[in-house]
């Protein structure tokens, strides 16, 4: 696929994945329904293999290889939860794997993706290009690159999580998600319009990386000149993708912004209440529940927890 995915691709990656991908819970809390004033349906992404929603688009992204592609093997860049999803999918389908990845990624995620028998190649993100790095490597191996959320097929995967979403009971007045480079919620938006259109959308993303925000506001695709360091280390993307916006930025009602700190609030919340461990990241959209900003009319209410690969020393900061 070279244009913009649809609903129609959507529904392909359905296929392609019965059978591989966890069709995740949906977890209830009575003590946050209270808090928020609300009743809220957690979409618990966390359960899924490898503790992350990218395994889906990954999935797909490779499944849908000929055969002499897949002999060739991917490459992928990633800080983890994507690098986890292609190891993942890479080791399922029997093809070789090499992933890109920061040198301060999490230590849970680079063991995660050893696990598999991925290969990994470190930079330095303040330093080096991990695209290019990656595209040497497909360039020199005659690879495939997998990206993160830029690709129709990862979209299209993402967006089984809405099909999922929308046969579910009752019918939700909206649903939160996370905000990195806008993969998920492009494919949970393609899946909705179809099969949910009330549904509103919301989005979350780390303060220092309001890039949907900003680009929602001022109707133009921003990009951030920002290295800010924040735990939300998935959810980091200075720029939303180009073919993530174009679906987005018609599909999104709001963004919000979270703090660091926040989302350390919203991990204990969610390992108190829900009995899930979260990601910094993974727990961007529950934090902004907890914070209140859906607008009064909203009753019903979907949030996905997308990630919950953390280092112990990130929980327990948390949970103290």
Same mark, same amino acid.
């Given at each position: ?12 990656a359905?296929? +392609? ?14 003590? =946050?329904? &209270? +808090?928020v004033? &609300?009743?809220?349906?957690? &979409? ?5 293999? #490898?503790?992350?929603?990218?395994? +889906? ?11 002499? *592609? ?15 999803? @292609?190891?993942?999918?890479? #080791?399922e ?5 090499i ?10 995620? @680079? ?10 190649? !470190? ?6 290009? +991990?695209? /290019? ?7 020199r191996?005659?690879?495939? =690159?997998?990206p ?5 097929? =990862? ?46 959308i919301?989005?979350? *993303? ?15 695709? @921003? ?6 360091? !924040? ?10 993708? /180009? ?7 018609k599909?999104?009602?709001? @963004? ?19 009995g899930? !461990? ?18 009064? /009319?909203?009753? !019903?209410v979907?949030? =996905?927890l ?6 112990? /020393? ?7």
């Open positions: 696929m070279s244009q913009l995915p649809t609903y129609a691709d959507v529904a392909d359905v296929k +392609r994945l019965d059978g591989h991908a966890v069709k995740t819970p949906l977890l209830r809390s009575d003590a =946050i329904d &209270k +808090r004033g &609300k009743q809220v349906w957690f &979409k618990a992404e966390c359960l899924q293999k #490898k503790n992350a929603f990218k395994y +889906r688009g990954a999935f797909n992204r490779l499944s849908a290889m000929n055969e002499r *592609e897949r002999g060739r093997g991917v490459v992928a860049y990633s800080s983890g939860n994507h690098a986890q999803g @292609v190891s993942c999918a890479a #080791k389908l029997g093809m070789d794997a992933i890109v990845m920061p040198t301060d990624a999490p230590k849970v995620k @680079v063991a995660g993706v050893l696990a598999d028998g991925a290969t990994i190649v !470190t930079y330095d993100r303040l330093t080096e290009s +991990r695209e /290019e790095i990656a595209a040497d490597i497909a360039k191996d005659g690879r495939t =690159i997998v993160s959320y830029d690709d129709p097929f =990862i979209i299209a995967g993402q967006g089984t999580i809405g099909v999922e979403l929308s046969k579910a009971e009752p019918k939700f007045d909206a649903m939160i998600t996370c905000l990195g480079g806008g993969g998920m919620c492009a494919g949970i938006s393609l899946a909705m319009a179809e099969l949910s259109p009330n549904t509103l919301f989005g979350a *993303e780390p303060t220092a990386y309001n890039d949907h925000q900003l680009s929602l506001r001022t109707g133009k695709r @921003v990009k951030l000149d920002t290295r800010t360091p !924040t735990l939300c280390e998935a959810i980091m993307t200075p720029q939303p993708g /180009e073919l993530t916006w174009p679906i987005n930025s599909s999104l009602r709001d @963004v919000y912004t979270v703090s660091d700190e926040a989302c350390l609030h919203a991990m204990k919340t969610a390992y108190e209440e829900l899930v !461990t979260l990601e910094p990241g993974g727990a961007a959209a529950i934090a902004a529940l907890l914070e209140k900003n859906l607008p009064d /009319e909203i009753k !019903t979907a949030v =996905i997308s990630g919950g690969n953390v280092d112990p /020393e990130i929980l327990e900061r948390a949970l103290s």
